[in-house]
């Protein structure tokens, strides 16, 4: 009995330093294209007077472009890979062209959208169907950081004039993408990215008549009876990878 334990936990250890001697680091860095989807690519109607008199708190995100790094193992499993990976994206939206041109029109900042989502997941290769063309899968899960940059006059600007700082939020995020590696240094994928539900927080500032902070109102909030606006964000990327 004992000699069979033994031959069993050497046969393991063999096991283990094999797919040690398998696993291969990578890096990788992405380019993407990505069209937001759902409620991200529509306005948020507010009960607050905005810039412009329009109602709009959150307008509708439109095309954007991003970046993203990832650090992974690759394990030989017999019939393809399984890889492991930790990964960050920046993804950056700008507002539809409709409110683009309000806005430059009445010389006001214009709102942008940041995401940066960090996360975990696994991917599946199959290099057992061509030689150097190799289909794969991935599923990640991670949190997602969400950045609104200001809209309105800016604070240097007249006495009287509003504009809108927004308060950044984080949420449970996800992703999941298939695509090919062509040979090992290029991979062309489609991709989900459901980037979680995002509060639309936001003060309002005014400048007094010697150009000094007069007032911040939070909007907004779940205190005093006032409902908490809230966006669902998604996107659909097409992204190039480059490995080494």
Same mark, same amino acid.
């Given at each position: 009995?004992? &000699?069979?334990?033994?031959?069993?936990?050497?046969?393991?250890?063999?096991?283990?330093?094999?797919?040690?001697?398998?696993?291969?680091?990578?890096?990788?860095?992405?380019? /993407?294209?990505?069209?937001?989807?759902?409620?991200?690519?529509?306005?948020? /109607?507010?009960?607050?007077?905005?810039?412009? +008199?329009?109602?709009?708190?959150?307008?509708?995100?439109?095309? +954007?472009? !991003?970046? +993203?790094? &990832?650090?992974?193992?690759?394990?030989?499993?017999?019939?393809?890979?399984?890889?492991?990976?930790?990964?960050?994206?920046?993804? #950056?939206?700008?507002?539809?062209?409709? #409110? &683009?041109?309000? %806005?430059?029109?009445?010389? %006001?900042?214009?709102?942008?959208? *940041?995401?940066?989502?960090?996360?975990?997941?696994?991917?599946?290769?199959?290099?057992?169907? #061509?030689?150097?063309?190799?289909?794969?899968?991935?599923?990640?899960? +991670?949190?997602?950081?969400?950045?609104?940059?200001?809209? !309105?006059?800016?604070?240097?600007?007249?006495?009287?004039?509003?504009?809108?700082?927004?308060?950044?939020?984080?949420? *449970?995020?996800?992703?999941?993408?298939?695509?090919?590696?062509?040979?090992?240094? *290029?991979?062309?994928?489609?991709? %989900?990215?459901?980037? @979680?539900?995002?509060?639309?927080? %936001?003060?309002?500032?005014?400048?007094?008549?010697?150009?000094?902070?007069?007032?911040?109102?939070?909007?907004?909030?779940? =205190?005093?009876?006032?409902? &908490?606006?809230?966006?669902? =964000? @998604?996107?659909?990327?097409?992204?190039?990878?480059?490995?080494?």
């Amino acid at each position: 009995m004992k &000699r069979t334990v033994k031959m069993m936990c050497l046969a393991a250890l063999m096991v283990g330093f094999g797919m040690s001697a398998q696993a291969q680091f990578r890096q990788s860095i992405f380019l /993407n294209g990505n069209l937001p989807t759902g409620k991200f690519a529509s306005s948020i /109607n507010s009960n607050h007077i905005v810039p412009l +008199g329009y109602q709009e708190i959150g307008k509708d995100a439109a095309l +954007g472009f !991003g970046a +993203g790094y &990832r650090a992974s193992y690759r394990f030989d499993v017999g019939v393809g890979m399984v890889a492991p990976f930790l990964q960050a994206d920046f993804l #950056w939206n700008m507002i539809g062209s409709t #409110w &683009r041109e309000k %806005y430059m029109d009445e010389d %006001y900042s214009t709102p942008t959208y *940041f995401n940066i989502p960090i996360m975990a997941g696994v991917s599946y290769l199959y290099d057992e169907l #061509w030689n150097d063309i190799t289909p794969y899968g991935e599923f990640g899960i +991670g949190a997602d950081m969400m950045f609104i940059t200001s809209e !309105g006059k800016s604070a240097s600007e007249n006495s009287g004039l509003l504009y809108y700082a927004y308060k950044p939020s984080t949420s *449970f995020s996800w992703t999941l993408g298939l695509g090919a590696y062509f040979g090992n240094h *290029f991979s062309a994928g489609i991709y %989900y990215y459901g980037m @979680g539900t995002h509060p639309v927080d %936001y003060t309002q500032k005014t400048l007094d008549e010697n150009a000094a902070a007069a007032a911040e109102v939070l909007y907004h909030e779940t =205190v005093d009876g006032v409902k &908490r606006e809230k966006r669902t =964000v @998604g996107s659909v990327a097409l992204r190039l990878g480059f490995h080494f």
